[in-house]
């Protein structure tokens, strides 16, 4: 087991917070999509409502980049692992550009009212290649040389199910249910490394 050396003091409590919003991630995503469904089915589509759910939207996007971001930072630095890094890096950028598509979709769409399906259609067109980096970025995790406290096979198998489900666009919604888990299963990672490092 690679143990990294000159990890900065906090890191500790970096990852305890990182596992516990990676946690409460995917448990949010539930409630997320149930208000949006239930706003939708009784007050109907309009950019008001969905302007007026948006926050929530991004912040748990907000969220995932943190944790996308310490999760490299956990690679790096706690198993000296850098064959990810670039993969997670264009993770992070797609996930700023849908955040801004969406703001501007909402925003246009309040003013413009037709031009926000635009910019939802870009970021379906962009959700294919992003679900592909997704799954480049699981096979690619299988050449790291631990085990990650013996989750790195589920959360492997679980990334590469998320980004092969999503990229049909069709079964986009089993993909969405395999990026939970592979939520949980990231956000017990960074608490076991967390507890090893507290250990040390």
Do not use: C
Not at 39 to 49: D, M, W
């Amino acid at each position: 087991m690679v143990v990294a050396e000159g990890i900065e003091t906090g890191g500790s409590s970096r990852y305890t917070l990182a596992g516990w919003l990676a946690i409460a991630q995917a448990v949010l995503i539930f409630p997320e999509i149930g208000v949006a469904v239930l706003a939708e089915y009784l007050l109907g589509s309009s950019p008001v409502i969905k302007m007026a759910l948006a926050p929530i939207h991004v912040v748990s996007m907000v969220v995932g980049i943190y944790v996308l971001y310490m999760f490299r930072d956990l690679l790096g630095k706690r198993f000296e692992f850098h064959r990810t890094d670039n993969l997670l890096l264009i993770l992070i950028g797609a996930n700023v550009v849908f955040i801004i598509l969406g703001v501007l979709g909402l925003v246009l769409g309040l003013l413009f009212g037709a031009i926000e399906g635009l910019f939802d259609v870009l970021s379906l067109v962009l959700f294919v290649p992003y679900n592909i980096i997704v799954i480049a970025f699981g096979i690619r995790l299988l050449k790291l040389e631990d085990d990650l406290f013996g989750l790195l096979k589920p959360l492997v198998f679980m990334t590469i199910a998320s980004g092969v489900l999503g990229a049909t666009i069709i079964l986009a919604p089993l993909g969405l249910l395999a990026h939970i888990a592979s939520l949980v299963i990231v956000g017990m990672v960074f608490l076991r490394a967390k507890g090893e490092l507290e250990f040390l």
